[in-house]
């Protein structure tokens, strides 16, 4: 069994700065790609960014520059850095992970962490 979760959530002001991490655990044999999506009140979710195991990232156009993706494959664990906060990036953040076990390979998404920009 597998799971990831994600932390660092919460409340913080407009150019203010939050750090999410997202750790997955259980019967893991690799872990390929890492990555962060973000669902706002009444939007779909939508595409923030992601690593490889080899470190390539990508992220998407509107949040280059303030957004950093980043991971620890010892802990497995993938965070995003994310400055200069804006009101517009209040949403939930999920976190996913292509983890193979046991010759499978699956995505697997956490359960959301809350961000929050408001003064």
């Known amino acids: 069994q597998v799971q990831v979760v994600e932390s660092g959530g919460g409340l913080v002001q407009p150019g203010g700065s939050l750090r999410l991490s997202c750790a997955a655990s259980?019967?893991?044999?690799?872990?390929?790609?890492m990555g962060w999506y973000r669902q706002a009140p009444g939007k779909e979710r939508e595409f923030v960014a992601n690593?490889?195991?080899?470190?390539?990232?990508r992220y998407a156009d509107s949040l280059k520059g303030r957004f950093t993706v980043s991971r620890d494959n010892g802990k497995n664990t993938v965070y995003l850095q994310m400055n200069s906060l804006e009101p517009e990036d209040t949403a939930v953040y999920y976190c996913?992970?292509?983890?193979?076990?046991?010759?499978?390979?699956?995505?697997?998404w956490g359960q959301g962490t809350q961000v929050t920009v408001s003064s």
């Open positions: 690593i490889g195991s080899g470190g390539r990232t």
């Open positions: 259980g019967n893991i044999i690799s872990i390929y790609g």
């Open positions: 996913n992970a292509d983890i193979g076990t046991n010759y499978v390979l699956n995505t697997y």
